[in-house]
């Protein structure tokens, strides 16, 4: 299957400015995470899609390739939408975060070996378990429950599923790593926004809303998303310490 991975990056971030483009043992962090997604064995390209000449000139440069896409997307899947029109080559379109310098070239190809058993399948992500309960508690972390085969049933900002009484189940917290057929992609983006959407303030939602499944893959690989100096640094000292995509 031809599996095209899209790599969004807005250059503008409230609490990091200018994040793209941040340092990580020497490079821009877009960079990272490309070379990253790029070990990926079942990848027929890479492309990140940038709204800032300077983030594309730090992949070109690099030896990447970038698209240049619209300051105005109002969400990442428009951007990714975007690139998705302009590659109708592409059957599968695997959308790896740019704030994910430590993502798993591993769990790419896993997501992407998903649709392989499955031709009715549109859509898939991925889960990883949670152990702090103030992890758990935290709105910022996004947790998932699915059905017996992996199906999502909800996702929420909300601790989830609720203890009534302690019974050992785990929690999962929801990576935003996605995994799309290409066709479903294009109308995903055109669907209206949804109530369930709109008030978690989680866009995966409209998909479940309008009856669509969403596989979800379990990992223990631990993710460190860039949202923060804080978390900055971190990814900076694993790298450093030669721990790319350590498991948790």
């Not at 807005?10 to 400015?17: E, M, V």
């Not at 709204?51 to 899947?77: L, S």
């Not at 859509?123 to 990883?128: D, E, G």
Request: some cysteine.
């Amino acid at each position: 299957m031809n599996t095209l991975c899209v790599i969004p990056a807005r250059f503008a971030s409230t609490r990091l400015p200018g994040k793209p483009l941040a340092d990580i043992a020497g490079k821009p962090m877009i960079v990272r995470v490309y070379e990253q997604a790029a070990k990926a064995t079942r990848l027929t390209g890479v492309i990140a899609a940038v709204d800032d000449q300077r983030v594309y000139d730090a992949v070109v440069q690099n030896g990447g390739n970038a698209m240049m896409t619209a300051k105005d997307h109002p969400t990442g899947t428009d951007r990714l939408a975007e690139v998705a029109a302009a590659h109708p080559e592409a059957e599968l379109i695997i959308n790896v975060q740019g704030d994910e310098p430590m993502i798993e070239p591993a769990l790419i190809d896993e997501l992407a070996a998903s649709f392989d058993d499955d031709p009715e399948l549109q859509m898939a992500t991925v889960m990883s378990p949670m152990a702090n309960q103030a992890d758990i508690d935290n709105p910022n972390n996004v947790k998932v429950v699915t059905d017996k085969k992996g199906y999502a049933l909800y996702f929420s900002r909300s601790p989830l599923p609720y203890f009534r009484e302690k019974t050992g189940m785990a929690v999962y917290k929801h990576i935003g790593i996605y995994a799309y057929k290409r066709e479903f992609l294009l109308n995903y983006a055109k669907m209206a926004p949804t109530e369930l959407e709109q008030t978690e303030s989680l866009e995966q939602l409209r998909a479940l809303e309008n009856g669509y499944k969403i596989k979800v893959i379990k990992t223990d690989f631990h993710f460190v998303g860039v949202d923060t100096p804080a978390d900055l640094e971190a990814v900076n000292k694993a790298y450093k310490n030669g721990l790319n995509g350590p498991k948790a």
